[in-house]
Protein backbone atom coordinates (compact mmCIF):
# COMPACT_ATOMS: atom_id res chain seq x y z
CA UNK A 1 0.00 0.00 0.00
CA UNK A 2 1.76 3.45 -1.23
CA UNK A 3 2.37 5.71 2.06
CA UNK A 4 2.58 2.36 4.25
CA UNK A 5 6.04 1.47 6.27
CA UNK A 6 7.13 -0.83 3.75
CA UNK A 7 7.01 1.40 1.22
CA UNK A 8 9.54 4.23 3.04
CA UNK A 9 13.71 4.08 2.30
CA UNK A 10 15.69 2.63 4.63
CA UNK A 11 16.65 5.07 6.62
CA UNK A 12 12.65 6.22 7.32
CA UNK A 13 11.98 2.85 8.61
CA UNK A 14 13.69 3.47 11.91
CA UNK A 15 11.03 6.53 12.25
CA UNK A 16 7.45 6.85 12.88
CA UNK A 17 4.45 7.26 10.52
CA UNK A 18 1.22 9.05 10.90
CA UNK A 19 -2.20 9.59 8.81
CA UNK A 20 -3.08 13.34 9.76
CA UNK A 21 -5.93 13.49 7.81
CA UNK A 22 -8.65 11.32 8.66
CA UNK A 23 -12.90 10.80 8.86
CA UNK A 24 -14.81 8.93 10.44
CA UNK A 25 -18.70 8.51 10.52
CA UNK A 26 -18.86 11.60 12.75
CA UNK A 27 -18.17 13.66 9.37
CA UNK A 28 -20.96 13.70 7.34
CA UNK A 29 -19.34 12.10 4.01
CA UNK A 30 -17.66 9.28 5.69
CA UNK A 31 -18.37 5.82 7.11
CA UNK A 32 -15.39 4.35 9.29
CA UNK A 33 -16.71 3.24 12.84
CA UNK A 34 -14.21 4.54 15.42
CA UNK A 35 -12.77 1.28 16.60
CA UNK A 36 -12.58 -0.23 12.80
CA UNK A 37 -10.36 2.55 11.50
CA UNK A 38 -8.06 2.18 15.05
CA UNK A 39 -8.14 -1.79 14.12
CA UNK A 40 -6.88 -0.67 10.32
CA UNK A 41 -4.52 1.35 11.67
CA UNK A 42 -2.56 -0.60 13.51
CA UNK A 43 -2.21 -3.24 11.19
CA UNK A 44 -1.13 -1.24 8.26
CA UNK A 45 1.49 -0.07 11.04
CA UNK A 46 0.72 3.42 11.41
CA UNK A 47 2.25 4.74 15.08
CA UNK A 48 0.05 7.92 14.71
CA UNK A 49 -3.66 9.22 13.57
CA UNK A 50 -4.77 12.73 13.31
CA UNK A 51 -9.23 12.02 13.29
CA UNK A 52 -10.19 15.51 11.35
CA UNK A 53 -13.74 15.05 11.15
CA UNK A 54 -15.66 17.91 9.35
CA UNK A 55 -16.61 20.47 12.08
CA UNK A 56 -16.61 18.53 14.92
CA UNK A 57 -14.14 16.80 17.50
CA UNK A 58 -16.43 14.81 18.71
CA UNK A 59 -15.27 11.40 16.75
CA UNK A 60 -11.84 12.56 17.90
CA UNK A 61 -12.60 12.53 21.44
CA UNK A 62 -13.85 9.85 21.74
CA UNK A 63 -11.14 7.95 18.97
CA UNK A 64 -8.32 9.00 21.73
CA UNK A 65 -10.34 7.54 24.56
CA UNK A 66 -10.51 4.44 22.90
CA UNK A 67 -7.35 4.07 21.70
CA UNK A 68 -5.57 4.59 25.26
CA UNK A 69 -8.23 2.20 26.44
CA UNK A 70 -7.43 -0.57 23.40
CA UNK A 71 -3.37 -0.21 23.63
CA UNK A 72 -2.92 -0.81 19.89
CA UNK A 73 0.12 1.09 19.86
CA UNK A 74 -1.71 3.68 18.13
CA UNK A 75 -1.87 7.61 18.96
CA UNK A 76 -4.74 9.82 18.28
CA UNK A 77 -4.40 13.48 17.80
CA UNK A 78 -7.58 15.56 17.87
CA UNK A 79 -7.90 17.43 15.19
CA UNK A 80 -10.99 19.46 12.99
CA UNK A 81 -11.48 20.06 9.39
CA UNK A 82 -12.81 23.56 9.47
CA UNK A 83 -15.51 25.04 6.79
CA UNK A 84 -14.14 28.62 6.93
CA UNK A 85 -15.26 31.72 5.21
CA UNK A 86 -12.45 31.00 2.58
CA UNK A 87 -12.40 27.32 2.17
CA UNK A 88 -11.06 24.20 4.49
CA UNK A 89 -8.32 24.28 7.31
CA UNK A 90 -7.51 21.68 9.20
CA UNK A 91 -6.51 22.26 13.57
CA UNK A 92 -4.46 19.83 14.82
CA UNK A 93 -3.61 19.06 18.47
CA UNK A 94 -7.01 20.93 19.99
CA UNK A 95 -8.38 21.20 23.37
CA UNK A 96 -11.50 22.80 22.75
CA UNK A 97 -14.17 22.81 19.62
CA UNK A 98 -13.73 25.29 16.91
CA UNK A 99 -16.82 26.32 15.42
CA UNK A 100 -17.01 26.27 11.48
CA UNK A 101 -17.98 29.47 9.24
CA UNK A 102 -15.48 31.67 10.54
CA UNK A 103 -12.95 33.80 8.52
CA UNK A 104 -10.14 32.32 7.37
CA UNK A 105 -8.04 34.60 9.81
CA UNK A 106 -10.39 34.13 12.90
CA UNK A 107 -10.27 30.62 12.38
CA UNK A 108 -6.21 30.39 12.67
CA UNK A 109 -6.40 32.49 15.66
CA UNK A 110 -8.71 30.01 17.85
CA UNK A 111 -6.12 27.11 16.50
CA UNK A 112 -3.54 29.26 17.67
CA UNK A 113 -4.91 30.29 20.83
CA UNK A 114 -5.17 26.65 22.02
CA UNK A 115 -1.86 25.95 21.09
CA UNK A 116 -2.84 23.70 18.41
CA UNK A 117 -1.30 23.31 14.96
CA UNK A 118 -3.10 24.94 11.79
CA UNK A 119 -2.63 22.56 8.57
CA UNK A 120 -3.76 24.20 4.64
CA UNK A 121 -5.36 20.23 3.19
CA UNK A 122 -5.72 19.76 -0.63
CA UNK A 123 -3.61 23.24 -1.62
CA UNK A 124 -4.13 24.32 -4.70
CA UNK A 125 -6.99 21.91 -5.78
CA UNK A 126 -9.87 22.66 -8.13
CA UNK A 127 -13.20 22.59 -5.38
CA UNK A 128 -14.09 25.50 -4.46
CA UNK A 129 -13.02 24.35 -0.71
CA UNK A 130 -9.77 23.88 -1.46
CA UNK A 131 -7.73 27.55 -0.30
CA UNK A 132 -6.19 28.40 -3.72
CA UNK A 133 -2.50 30.01 -4.12
CA UNK A 134 -3.58 33.15 -3.24
CA UNK A 135 -5.56 32.63 -0.02
CA UNK A 136 -2.06 30.69 1.08
CA UNK A 137 0.19 33.32 0.27
CA UNK A 138 -1.86 35.75 2.76
CA UNK A 139 -1.98 33.72 5.57
CA UNK A 140 1.32 31.78 5.01
CA UNK A 141 2.98 33.25 7.89
CA UNK A 142 0.34 31.69 9.93
CA UNK A 143 0.22 28.18 8.83
CA UNK A 144 2.19 25.39 10.91
CA UNK A 145 1.79 23.09 8.10
CA UNK A 146 0.69 22.40 4.46
CA UNK A 147 -0.38 19.06 3.01
CA UNK A 148 1.26 17.86 -0.22
CA UNK A 149 0.42 14.45 -0.14
CA UNK A 150 -3.75 13.68 -0.11
CA UNK A 151 -5.07 10.06 -1.49
CA UNK A 152 -8.02 12.46 -3.06
CA UNK A 153 -7.98 12.55 -7.25
CA UNK A 154 -9.49 16.40 -6.69
CA UNK A 155 -6.13 17.08 -4.51
CA UNK A 156 -3.77 15.72 -7.15
CA UNK A 157 -4.34 18.95 -9.20
CA UNK A 158 -2.45 21.43 -6.64
CA UNK A 159 0.14 18.91 -5.26
CA UNK A 160 3.48 19.99 -7.23
CA UNK A 161 3.01 23.78 -7.29
CA UNK A 162 2.02 23.94 -3.61
CA UNK A 163 5.08 21.33 -2.77
CA UNK A 164 7.48 23.70 -5.35
CA UNK A 165 6.07 27.23 -3.61
CA UNK A 166 6.12 25.60 0.23
CA UNK A 167 10.12 25.19 -1.18
CA UNK A 168 11.00 28.93 -2.40
CA UNK A 169 8.23 30.48 -0.38
CA UNK A 170 6.48 29.50 2.45
CA UNK A 171 8.91 27.04 4.28
CA UNK A 172 6.16 25.03 6.22
CA UNK A 173 6.18 21.56 7.57
CA UNK A 174 4.48 19.20 5.15
CA UNK A 175 2.54 16.38 5.93
CA UNK A 176 0.48 13.63 4.00
CA UNK A 177 -2.28 12.58 4.96
CA UNK A 178 -4.93 10.25 3.44
CA UNK A 179 -8.30 12.19 3.91
CA UNK A 180 -9.79 9.23 4.42
CA UNK A 181 -14.03 8.52 4.02
CA UNK A 182 -13.29 5.04 4.25
CA UNK A 183 -11.14 2.46 5.51
CA UNK A 184 -9.65 1.13 2.05
CA UNK A 185 -8.11 4.68 2.08
CA UNK A 186 -6.33 4.83 5.62
CA UNK A 187 -3.01 5.25 5.21
CA UNK A 188 -2.52 5.85 1.59
CA UNK A 189 -0.35 9.25 2.17
CA UNK A 190 1.34 9.41 5.31
CA UNK A 191 3.41 11.48 6.97
CA UNK A 192 6.87 10.34 8.47
CA UNK A 193 8.58 11.65 11.79
CA UNK A 194 11.50 11.22 14.49
CA UNK A 195 10.38 9.06 17.24
CA UNK A 196 7.34 7.14 17.34
CA UNK A 197 4.78 8.82 19.88
CA UNK A 198 2.31 11.82 19.12
CA UNK A 199 4.35 14.38 21.06
CA UNK A 200 7.05 13.31 18.93
CA UNK A 201 5.24 14.46 15.91
CA UNK A 202 4.25 17.50 16.87
CA UNK A 203 8.13 18.34 17.85
CA UNK A 204 8.95 17.24 13.74
CA UNK A 205 5.76 19.67 12.80
CA UNK A 206 7.61 22.33 14.80
CA UNK A 207 10.86 21.75 13.62
CA UNK A 208 9.57 21.21 9.52
CA UNK A 209 11.80 17.60 9.57
CA UNK A 210 8.72 15.97 8.46
CA UNK A 211 8.19 13.73 5.27
CA UNK A 212 4.86 13.18 3.18
CA UNK A 213 4.80 10.25 1.61
CA UNK A 214 1.82 8.71 -1.08
CA UNK A 215 -0.21 9.04 -4.26
CA UNK A 216 -3.69 9.90 -5.41
CA UNK A 217 -5.72 6.50 -4.81
CA UNK A 218 -6.01 4.31 -7.68
CA UNK A 219 -9.13 4.29 -10.18
CA UNK A 220 -11.13 1.13 -8.18
CA UNK A 221 -10.46 2.51 -4.33
CA UNK A 222 -11.12 6.06 -5.49
CA UNK A 223 -14.57 5.54 -7.04
CA UNK A 224 -15.30 3.13 -4.27
CA UNK A 225 -14.14 6.27 -1.70
CA UNK A 226 -16.46 8.49 -3.89
CA UNK A 227 -19.08 6.86 -3.36
CA UNK A 228 -19.37 5.87 0.23
CA UNK A 229 -18.98 9.87 0.60
CA UNK A 230 -21.86 10.43 -1.62
CA UNK A 231 -24.43 7.27 0.04
CA UNK A 232 -23.17 9.46 3.62
CA UNK A 233 -23.89 12.42 2.73
CA UNK A 234 -27.41 12.30 1.44
CA UNK A 235 -28.29 9.66 4.14
CA UNK A 236 -27.18 12.05 6.58
CA UNK A 237 -28.11 14.87 5.09
CA UNK A 238 -31.48 13.14 5.48
CA UNK A 239 -31.83 12.20 8.95
CA UNK A 240 -31.59 8.47 7.69
CA UNK A 241 -29.62 5.30 8.28
CA UNK A 242 -26.77 4.21 6.31
CA UNK A 243 -25.31 0.78 6.97
CA UNK A 244 -22.08 2.06 9.02
CA UNK A 245 -23.83 4.74 10.84
CA UNK A 246 -26.96 3.18 12.25
CA UNK A 247 -28.37 6.50 14.35
CA UNK A 248 -27.90 9.70 13.93
CA UNK A 249 -28.93 11.39 16.90
CA UNK A 250 -28.74 14.81 19.07
CA UNK A 251 -25.63 15.72 17.48
CA UNK A 252 -26.51 15.55 14.00
CA UNK A 253 -29.45 17.52 14.04
CA UNK A 254 -28.53 20.51 16.49
CA UNK A 255 -25.03 20.23 15.74
CA UNK A 256 -21.65 20.78 18.02
CA UNK A 257 -22.94 21.36 21.54
CA UNK A 258 -20.45 20.04 23.62
CA UNK A 259 -16.68 18.19 23.60
CA UNK A 260 -17.76 14.83 24.75
CA UNK A 261 -17.95 11.83 22.38
Not at 44 to 54: E, F, R
Not at 55 to 61: D, E, Q, V
Not at 102 to 113: G, N, V
Not at 189 to 204: E, K, P, V
Amino acid sequence: MPGCREDLPGEAQRVGLADLHVHTSYSWDANPRIEDLLTRAACIGLDVIAVTDHNTIRGALKARRLAERLDLGVEVVVGEELDTLQGHLIGLYLREFIPPRLTLAETLDLIHEQEGVAVCPHPGGPLPWHLGSRRIEEVSDRLDAIEISNSSWFAAAGRKRALSRNRKRYKLAITGGSDAHCLAALGHCSTSFNGTSALDLRRALEERTTRAYGEPLPFAKGLYSLGVKAQEAVAKAGFMETPHYASLTTWARAGESGNEG
